[in-house]
């Protein structure tokens, strides 16, 4: 965590993530548990992206693309329980499934259009 | 119009998404372009004034600095004690009346219900891990947390969780308070029958307080690891300090208790909204209790250690005295750990359950009681003696004694089966844990504030206004409580708005107890307000002159640093990782506040 | 090593969660001897169980946490809790378990029944004194498990 060089020390003191993650996780909830779509949608990516541009903010990534795969992956599951299992919400797991495929083709497009190592943000 | 909705929420959300990635954009530029987080805002604030502004509030939000983290965990914590207290006002003046007179039944119960969540979940735990954010890693010697944008996260999912938790209280159609109770005992919480707690309210309530485990849980994840791994190299096992102990304990049982809690609320949300039955029928009924309680009662010690740790801590600074058995402290704190996971069906001795299994509940329950008293004769000890200086922190450790005594005397009884069956919900509950949440925990975290108000502030508090808050609540406190110990030996139930007249005495009493607390809270508001703006600065990094006893600490220490970097002002390099702590945290924050 | 760490001292310490562990043991005993309620296979196992399960995590975190504490103090120099980050602060004399805690070090409280507890902690003091003086925490933190390595590496330790 700590002991990175240069800019990172001062880097270590601010980030504009977390807030972000904290915010995506209520939206998310409440679109799932009142059926909302675009709640769920919207409120899944924000998290995802948030959570895979921090990993990549404090270096457990080298770039964010693979991880919004990390989330994008556990996303699918998910969504695919909510469907095809007893659990039986096909709405509410297709919004989540639909978000996680929004994260996966983010990633896939930061990964083959990305110009340099360090992406913009 | 369905559809109308949907694209309009769409449309919303989007625009939402595309303005947050915008303003991400925007925040990772100005800070690759700026040598100091916040830097920039502090060095051009006495030009520009209030233009600076939005950056001190984007510092704010983007911070990972343990330290500001847990100043936001303390604002919060304040925010939600002033409501949770003045929903409780309310609720005594409607008390004053056997009759239903100023509020209607349903909306007391809706306070009641808010008034006791916002003070376990919005108040207690918070305020805690405000201390504990500034404060351990400053006592263990550590740069920061182990995580800290998880701490970052970990706060932030509070306000949301604020939100949902009193959404009733708000002016949305169609949503009403939730009015289970903190327990949220179903069948009631899950909607089923003719009241009203089908309603959307209920949900949101729930979802809040899941919002407020997971915070809790992230939260102690990171100090087990920051304590477990971020010690410094002089700070073994054998010298931790008993405040980052309780800190430990109490991020233990938040490890094995809140995912509990989290999970019953999801399955309880389901019940509610998906038609599942886990808590359906009377067998559901007893299965929510145990699973509430299996974390409902290390909630109690989640909030009552590190309040012990923080009197543990302040006593011996003001006795002039080590801590009488340090280890006899701390291997207890172990020991409530560990039982405190152990009593849970205590609470409910009266649902007819096995009683062979009620009476092992009661033995594990005295059982409980001799570490927390080993705590009590720990701290009068060390207060025997001693050279005993009767600062405002001091008094309210003393206070919290006191209280505490009380507290847990009554709960002793209450453990004892035949004298719960008798005084099982009546207000001798409610006044024995209140002894324990408002006469101890409160205590203790207005001790901390205090104690550590120049630490946080670089300012000192009013002296006189510190000791008057600290009488009215004590005096509050005791004539507030007593009193409904004494309803609960008359038989006055809990939860009732109305009660028969026979009762109206002792209610009243209680009431104006309830006053002098609130005009006691006011008095803290203005000094802590007033004193934080406008109060002497503290010179040196030892203001309780704790050196000359030998029990001058290390968070006295690293303020005695900073204070020193801060004087010299010359752009020394020679403690690079100080300067750049106090440059986004602290020296800001003074010019800020 | 079991023995060495678990002085009289650490055990006189340790007594604080004894006597929750003996109320639990006197239950389980009270309800194998005398069950008002009567023997069902499956509430009694609960029972007991409920008991027994409390007592073995309180007897296992309890040596566990023993275990820490005092072999920490045989490692490092043991400082006031909250002390060993305060800049020139002087570890504690003597390796005094029981003692340190008690002693108010500036006022006359001895506190009574100190006196048989003294005697205790001056033989293992005895004992204690070279390692801990010897290894200063602050040269030999690399090794940890070493102590003994630790006593030779660091002695030329100057007060931090």
Same mark, same amino acid.
């Given at each position: 965590?700590?002991?990175?060089p240069?800019?990172?020390d ?10 972000f993650?904290?915010?995506?996780i209520?939206?998310?909830?409440l ?5 909302l779509f675009?709640?769920s949608v ?7 992206? *948030?959570?895979?541009?921090?990993a990549?903010?404090s270096g457990?990534?080298k770039?964010?693309?693979r991880?919004?795969f990390g989330?994008?992956v ?9 469907v095809f299992?007893a659990?039986?919400?096909?709405d509410r ?9 929004i994260?996966?083709?983010a ?6 259009f990305?110009p ?6 | 119009?369905?559809v109308?909705?949907q ?8 625009l939402?998404l595309v303005?947050v ?9 100005w ?12 060095g ?8 600076e ?17 847990g100043i936001l ?22 008390l ?12 007391y119960n809706s306070?009641?219900t ?7 979940f919005l108040?207690g ?8 954010n500034y404060?351990?890693?400053l ?10 944008r ?5 706060f ?10 009193w959404a ?14 903190w327990?949220?005992?179903?069948p009631?919480s899950?909607?089923a ?20 485990g997971v ?7 990171n ?5 477990f ?10 010298n931790?300090?008993?405040f *980052? ?6 991020s233990g049982l938040?490890?094995f208790?809140?995912p509990?809690l ?7 949300l ?8 886990f808590?359906?029928g ?9 699973l509430?309680?299996?974390f409902?009662?290390p909630?109690?010690y989640i ?5 012990m ?21 701390v291997y207890s704190?172990?020991a409530?750990g ?10 409910m001795?009266?649902?007819g359950m ?8 009661m033995?594990? *329950? ?10 009590t ?18 008094? $309210?450790?003393v206070? $919290?004694?006191s209280?505490?005594?009380?507290g ?10 035949p ?5 099982h ?5 409610v ?8 006469g ?11 104690y550590w ?7 000192m508090?009013?002296?006189?206004l ?11 406190t ?10 609960g030996?008359?038989?006055m ?12 005495t002792?209610?009243q ?5 309830a ?8 008095i803290?508001v203005?000094?802590?307000?007033q ?10 990094g030892?203001?309780w002159?704790l050196r000359?006893?030998g029990?001058?600490?290390?968070e006295w220490?690293w303020?005695?640093?900073k ?6 002002d ?5 403690d690079a990782a100080e300067?750049?702590?106090?440059d986004g945290g ?8 | ?7 009289r ?5 340790l ?6 562990l003996?109320i ?9 001897v ?9 509430a ?5 169980g ?8 309180l007897a ?7 275990k820490a504490?005092?072999g ?28 340190a805690e008690?002693d108010?070090?500036?006022?006359t409280?001895a ?8 005697d ?6 005895a *004992?204690?004194?070279?390692?801990t003086d ?8 690399a090794?940890?498990?070493?102590e003994?390595e630790a ?9 931090n």
């Amino acid at each position: 965590m700590d002991a990175e060089p240069g800019l990172s020390d001062q880097y270590r003191m601010a980030s504009p993530w977390p807030v972000f993650v904290a915010l995506g996780i209520p939206i998310a909830e409440l679109g799932i548990i009142f059926g909302l779509f675009p709640l769920s949608v919207g409120g899944l990516l924000l998290f995802g992206g *948030s959570a895979a541009g921090m990993a990549f903010e404090s270096g457990y990534a080298k770039t964010p693309w693979r991880g919004l795969f990390g989330v994008a992956v556990p996303l699918a599951a998910l969504g695919a329980a909510f469907v095809f299992t007893a659990i039986d919400l096909p709405d509410r797991g297709i919004a989540i499934a639909a978000a996680a495929a929004i994260l996966a083709a983010a990633g896939i497009a930061g990964t083959l259009f990305s110009p340099t190592e360090a992406p913009e943000y | 119009m369905e559809v109308n909705g949907q694209l309009a929420l769409t449309v919303l959300m989007g625009l939402f998404l595309v303005a947050v990635a915008a303003w991400l954009a925007r925040v990772e530029n100005w800070r690759s372009y700026t040598p100091v987080a916040g830097g920039g805002a502090f060095g051009q604030k006495e030009s520009y004034g209030s233009e600076e502004k939005p950056s001190g509030v984007i510092r704010w939000l983007t911070t990972v600095d343990h330290k500001d983290i847990g100043i936001l965990y303390g604002a919060y914590g304040l925010t939600a004690f002033a409501v949770g207290g003045l929903m409780v006002v309310v609720m005594r003046i409607e008390l004053i009346d056997p009759g239903m007179s100023l509020i209607s039944n349903t909306f007391y119960n809706s306070l009641m219900t808010s008034h006791g969540i916002t003070m376990l979940f919005l108040f207690g735990t918070p305020i805690i891990a405000a201390f504990a954010n500034y404060l351990v890693p400053l006592l263990i010697g550590a740069d920061d947390m182990a995580f800290p944008r998880i701490n970052a996260i970990a706060f932030w999912l509070l306000p949301p969780a604020a939100l949902l938790i009193w959404a009733g209280f708000f002016p949305l159609p169609n949503v009403i308070p939730a009015q289970t109770a903190w327990t949220m005992y179903t069948p009631l919480s899950a909607g089923a029958g003719a009241g009203n707690q089908a309603n959307a309210g209920v949900d949101l309530m729930l979802l809040g307080l899941h919002l407020s485990g997971v915070s809790a849980t992230m939260g102690s994840i990171n100090f087990i690891a920051t304590i477990f791994t971020e010690r410094g190299d002089d700070v073994s096992w054998a010298n931790l300090d008993i405040f *980052s102990w309780t800190i430990l304990t109490q991020s233990g049982l938040i490890l094995f208790a809140f995912p509990l809690l989290g999970s019953a609320m999801v399955m309880l949300l389901f019940d509610r909204n998906f038609g599942t039955t886990f808590f359906a029928g009377e067998g559901g009924a007893i299965l929510w209790q145990h699973l509430f309680w299996f974390f409902g009662h290390p909630e109690v010690y989640i909030l009552v250690l590190p309040p012990m740790g923080i009197v543990s801590y302040v006593i011996p600074r003001f006795s002039g005295r080590r801590l009488f058995g340090f280890k006899f402290v701390v291997y207890s704190t172990l020991a409530i750990g560990v039982l405190s996971f152990g009593v849970w069906a205590h609470h409910m001795f009266a649902t007819g359950m096995d009683p062979r299994l009620r009476a092992s509940f009661m033995a594990v *329950s005295l059982a409980i009681a001799i570490p927390s008293a080993v705590k009590t004769f720990n701290w009068i000890t060390t207060m025997w003696n001693g050279r005993v200086r009767l600062t405002t922190p001091m008094l $309210f450790c003393v206070g $919290f004694v006191s209280n505490f005594i009380i507290g847990g005397v009554t709960g002793v009884f209450l453990a004892s089966i035949p004298i719960d069956l008798v005084l099982h919900d009546t207000y001798y509950v409610v006044g024995h844990f209140h002894y324990i949440v408002m006469g101890a925990i409160a205590f203790a975290g207005f001790a901390g504030l205090y104690y550590w108000f120049p630490l946080y502030t670089g300012r000192m508090y009013q002296k006189t206004l510190g000791k008057a808050h600290f009488w009215l609540s004590m005096i509050g406190t005791n004539v507030t409580f007593f009193a409904m110990i004494l309803l609960g030996y008359g038989g006055m139930p809990r939860r009732y708005a109305t009660f028969l007249p026979q009762f109206a005495t002792l209610h009243q009493v209680a009431t104006v107890g309830a006053l002098l607390l609130l005009i006691g809270q006011i008095i803290f508001v203005w000094n802590f307000v007033q004193s934080w703006l406008e109060g002497p600065e503290v010179e040196d990094g030892d203001p309780w002159n704790l050196r000359d006893s030998g029990l001058y600490t290390a968070e006295w220490d690293w303020y005695d640093k900073k204070l020193e970097t801060a004087i010299a002002d010359g752009g020394e390099t020679d403690d690079a990782a100080e300067p750049m702590l106090t440059d986004g945290g602290d020296v800001d924050d003074a010019a800020d506040e | 090593m079991a023995n060495k760490i678990f002085d009289r001292d650490t055990l006189l310490d340790l007594t604080v969660n004894v006597v929750p562990l003996f109320i639990m043991a006197f239950f389980v005993v009270a309800f194998a001897v005398f069950s008002p309620f009567g023997i069902d296979p499956l509430a009694s196992s609960i029972q007991f169980g409920l008991l027994a399960v409390p007592f073995v995590l309180l007897a296992i975190l309890t040596y566990f946490a023993g275990k820490a504490v005092a072999g920490a103090e045989l490692r490092g120099e043991v400082y006031l809790p909250g002390q060993a980050g305060v800049r020139g602060a002087e570890p504690l004399e003597e390796t005094e378990h029981g003692e340190a805690e008690l002693d108010a070090g500036t006022s006359t409280a001895a506190v009574e029944g100190e006196a048989d507890e003294r005697d205790a902690a001056d033989e293992s003091a005895a *004992s204690e004194e070279e390692t801990t003086d010897e290894a200063d925490a602050g040269d030999t933190n690399a090794d940890d498990d070493a102590e003994t390595e630790a006593a030779d590496d660091a002695t030329d330790d100057e007060a931090n």
